[in-house]
């Protein structure tokens, strides 16, 4: 059984930083692409950053961010360990969501559709407010 366990949310103030984890098991990780997902309350779920399988050669580890996250947010993955991460910092308060981690064994180039992805966590509240 696969299981994604999300961990890492909280309440930050603007300006604050905070480091989502996402364990997976039940899977072999490193086949799959992984990523972030966000909802805010009222809107559609949005896909945040993603990283692709180093074992397919023709993606091979890249990493795709979302316009409104570019250069504030870093996804990685430790494949021993079976966990993905996203540091999130500069946080604005319109980055206050629940964050999903999600697997997809989408191969080609990023973002993946969200359609495609097969498993999911079951979030994490990220909260940004003074």
């Known amino acids: 059984q696969v299981q994604l366990v999300e961990s890492g949310g909280g309440l930050v103030r603007p300006g604050g930083s905070l480091r989502l984890s996402c364990a997976a098991s039940g899977i072999t990780f490193d086949y799959y692409a992984t990523g972030w997902f966000r909802q805010a309350p009222g809107k559609e779920r949005e896909g945040v950053s993603f990283?692709?399988?180093?074992?397919?050669?023709?993606?091979?580890?890249?990493?795709y961010y979302a316009d409104s996250v570019k250069g504030r947010f870093t996804i990685w993955k430790d494949n021993a360990k079976n966990t993905v991460y996203l540091e999130m910092n500069s946080l604005k308060p319109e980055d206050t969501a629940v964050y999903y981690c999600?697997?997809?064994?989408?191969?080609?180039?990023?973002?993946?559709?969200?359609?495609?992805?097969?498993?999911w966590g079951q979030g994490t509240q990220v909260t940004v407010s003074s």
């Open positions: 999600a697997l997809t064994p989408w191969n080609e180039a990023l973002p993946p559709p969200e359609y495609e992805f097969d498993y």
């Open positions: 990283i692709s399988s180093s074992l397919i050669s023709s993606t091979d580890g890249s990493t």
